[in-house]
């Protein structure tokens, strides 16, 4: 990092990045080697872009790192430009898409961004790209970095050409040993160097890449059914396990949608006989096994898994999940319920939303709603706590938050005043009937 970054004593790092993710070895310890300033962000602070910018222009932040999904909530905030102090910002942890790039060089032109690419497997990273405005639809990774080597490889094991794709294998001084305790996946993953005579090792990635024309890496997407979302590296099969040890449950199948805000897993599962499936209550039992970002967003519940003609389950035949609550959706009737779900719609790319649908439901997620919360403060003109969007995660709710005149009561009233007003209506008629009698 330093042969290729050159941080020097002026420089000031933002370390923000989880301690569990290997990227913030580099955070704490780059400059402290080089006797550059370390700012330790509070926890959270990383999915709050004004807290971010507070941070950046409060230190003088230079170098700063981000996963692809959370850059892109960064550069969709307001204010942004008065980062003037950032010098580099660094991306990996999952694939950097066009878009997010060309907001980068429109809204931060004073800043270098680099993407970098690396499994943990071989600690961290290891290949870096430093980004320009290419005309390119596919953001590089580049070249490897010192003491690593990549190689595209065909099933053979053979040298794919320029320009054909194959599986990316990595080898060095980087590498891990393997998996604890795990000697089969260690040998399948980490498998013997063909170009090597020393008895070392390559690294498997799983990864599709090829060899561009001017030798740069592009990553072209997972081999197998293990993805990335949001930064995390998601083994399907382990949720399906998890899936198929839930009372009722016959088959599970478990996918990575694209969707507006970028990824989402989708479960579908069928039942076993005379049992039925709730998908709600299902999703809490696994919401208790499993971290929050290995949890479907979506599960849908299906009479029995499509199959092919080999008798496995037929990924592309697997239905389009219907937006929960559709069928029962709850209008806005108020100006300030109509603005939230006008940015939802937006936000999650969604035709329509109700008041009382829960934003986790229908497809979103912490960073969208980091979104949410930039768009209520551009167009609202509410400056409301990620936490408290959090908590109310229903437009209704959200809307109760904002306008303190409105609560659950209010939006009944309406309702309520027209049954007042029948009663008072049949109260006057019988006093004027009693009246008449006497």
Known sequence: MQDAYALHEADTVLQKTPFSFDVSVWEFFWPLMQGARLVV???GDHREPGKLVE??????????????????????????EACKSLKRIVCSGEALPAEAQARVFERLPGAGLYNL?????????????????????HVAIGRAIAGTKTYVLDDGLNLTAQGLPGELYLGGIGLARGYLDKSALTSERFVADPFSDAGERLY?????VRWREDGELEYLGRIDHQVKIRGFRIELGEIEARLLAQPGVREAVVVAQQAAGGARLVAYVSA???????????????????????????????????????????????PQPETPGAATRVAPTRDIERSICAIWTQVLGLDDV?????????????????Q??????????????????????????????LSPAYTEETAMQPARDGARRQREAMLRRKKAAEGMHR
């Open 272 to 318: 076993a006989a005379s049992q039925a499936i709730d998908a709600a209550q299902l999703k809490q039992q696994l919401s208790r096994a499993l971290p929050e970002h290995m949890v479907p967003g979506v599960i849908v519940v299906l009479q029995a898994l499509p199959l092919n003609a080999n008798g496995k389950v037929d990924r592309k035949a697997l």
């Open 41 to 43: 962000a509070q926890p």
């Open 117 to 137: 690419y690396g499994p943990t497997e071989a600690a961290i990273d290891v290949t870096h790209w430093r980004c320009r405005a290419d005309g390119r639809n």
């Open 204 to 208: 498997r990635t799983g990864d599709l």
């Open 372 to 401: 949410v919360q930039s768009q209520i403060k551009s167009q609202l003109g509410f400056s409301v706590p990620l936490v408290d969007l959090f908590r109310h995660p229903t437009v209704a709710a959200q809307a109760h938050c």
């Open 55 to 80: 941070l950046i222009r409060r230190h003088g932040v230079s170098t700063i790192h981000f996963v692809p999904s959370m850059l892109q909530a960064f550069v969709a905030h307001e204010g942004i």
């Open 354 to 370: 109700g008041i009382h649908d829960n934003f986790f439901d229908i497809g979103g997620h912490s960073l969208l709603l980091v």
